[in-house]
């Protein structure tokens, strides 16, 4: 019988079948996509994400990033990474990295859908596998976390995102958060030639109608596009617990608040690695609160961010108040590592 079956052969999914295989585990991915598989998101990795990386044994180019900089176009703030460096890469460059790390790890990946799930007091059934315990790793509107009943209701407005690349040279080695009062604009170098932009919004509207509310920074974007506008949404997902019975949500699919402060791909490799480690340890009931722990600090702060950026008179406030405070700018920084 498979130790872990996971749905989801995305960077979540990957990582937490690569953290099994490493531990002695026989892992089985299931996707119905092939390697790489692009998405939108802002492709901004923050240290602790490279750092898991790095253990992991993912080796995966891109552009440094020494930082964070918020500007909404007379104020700017910005403050160093004080523990590491971040990394931009596109996502198409980290799945198949960590696609040839699990395949160097020993991992079997099949083709196909995951579907009903059933289960008994020693395994799980699903895809046509039966396996010890099933991670669902199947993105941010996951139909496991649906079909098992987890799905959470959200009383906020709803936010989505947009994402374009141009062929112009990175003007800075720091991710670029623009605001305005309808949305921001998130500005990620990944690679000498070329950036990425998403727009994050309650309003639907196409992209180059949200990019002109950002005046200062079309200018910066000159070079031609490179390749089609990506979307997501809506980006906030709760879900009322992150286990039933013998599955566990990983990834997005456990939850997510917003793309603002780069929480994607760090949290999906931090939840990656507490999964498993419950898992080898006997305790699959203590990954609610490893999760929770692991979390916290990021879903407070972004979950401010979200509510400031949902009023205009509060969202002008927000990069004046950080170039007031540089320290307290700094510090919350320090929490996004």
Request: charged letters at 20%; aromatic letters at 6%; hydrophobic letters at 45%.
């Amino acid at each position: 019988m498979i130790d872990l079956l996971v749905a989801g052969g995305g960077p979540a999914g990957l990582a937490t079948a690569i953290h099994a295989a490493s531990a002695g585990m026989e892992a089985v991915v299931i996707e119905p996509r092939a390697a790489p598989v692009d998405k939108a998101c802002g492709e901004g990795i923050m240290p602790g994400g490279v750092r898991a990386l790095e253990a992991l044994g993912v080796r995966v180019g891109g552009h440094v990033l020494n930082g964070i900089r918020y500007v909404d176009g007379r104020h700017r703030a910005q403050a160093l990474f004080s523990d590491g460096r971040g990394l931009g890469v596109r996502r198409t460059e980290l799945h198949a990295a960590l696609a040839r790390r699990a395949a160097e790890a020993g991992v079997e990946i099949l083709t196909g859908r995951v579907g009903e799930v059933r289960q008994s007091t020693d395994a799980v059934t699903a895809g046509g596998l039966r396996a010890r315990w099933l991670a669902a790793a199947d993105g941010l509107h996951s139909p496991l976390r649906h079909s098992l009943g987890l799905d959470l209701p959200s009383r906020r407005p709803r936010r989505f995102g947009l994402r374009r690349h141009y062929r112009v040279a990175p003007w800075t080695d720091f991710v670029e958060v623009h605001w305005s009062a309808s949305g921001e604009a998130y500005v990620t170098p990944v690679g000498d030639g070329l950036v990425g932009v998403a727009v994050l919004s309650t309003v639907k509207r196409g992209f180059d109608a949200h990019l002109a509310r950002f005046p200062r920074l079309l200018p910066l974007l000159e070079g031609p596009c490179a390749g089609p506008v990506r979307g997501a949404g809506p980006l906030r997902q709760r879900a009322r617990r992150r286990t039933a019975g013998r599955v566990l949500l990983v990834g997005d699919a456990a939850g997510y608040t917003d793309a603002l402060t780069g929480e994607g791909i760090a949290l999906a490799l931090a939840s990656a690695e507490a999964a498993v480690r419950c898992l080898r340890a006997g305790r699959p009931q203590a990954y609610e609160r490893y999760w929770r722990r692991l979390s916290f600090r990021h879903r407070l702060l972004t979950e401010g961010l979200v509510r400031m950026s949902g009023h205009a008179a509060a969202a002008r406030l927000v990069v004046p108040a950080a170039a007031r405070m540089p320290s307290v700018f700094a510090a919350a920084v320090r929490v996004l590592q």
